[in-house]
């Protein structure tokens, strides 16, 4: 059996889904909050709530429906929902990490 070349795309597509910061299991809380695990195993809650129903929410505003926001799911390691709707992983990590320091 042949490898599989190594391409540029391969490269990149290996290091995105592997990088630290990538998402591999959430969970829906109360309150607009969703409990995340990384891929290096990290842990914590994000608490959406502020920025769904912020002034300047935009497109996050479709998430005040509750049953919107519990459609909530993981495509390419990063949070989705219906209608387009996705925060990026790295910041949600940087956040985590932030909120674990002593």
């Known amino acids: 059996m042949q490898a599989e070349p190594t391409t540029t795309a391969n490269r990149?597509?290996?290091?995105?889904?592997t990088a630290p910061w990538i998402i591999v299991a959430c969970s829906v809380l109360s309150d607009y909050c969703v409990e995340v695990t990384f891929y290096d195993g990290t842990r914590g809650?994000?608490?959406?709530?502020?920025?769904?129903?912020?002034?300047?929410?935009g497109v996050l505003a479709t998430l005040r429906d509750p049953f919107v926001f519990t459609q909530v799911g993981i495509v390419g390691g990063v949070l989705t929902w219906p209608g387009g709707i996705d925060?990026?992983?790295?910041?949600?990590y940087d956040d985590v990490k932030s909120d674990q320091q002593i």
């Open 87 to 92: 925060l990026a992983p790295d910041a949600m």
């Open 12 to 17: 990149a597509t290996a290091i995105r889904l």
């Open 45 to 57: 809650t994000i608490n959406l709530k502020p920025d769904i129903f912020s002034d300047s929410a």
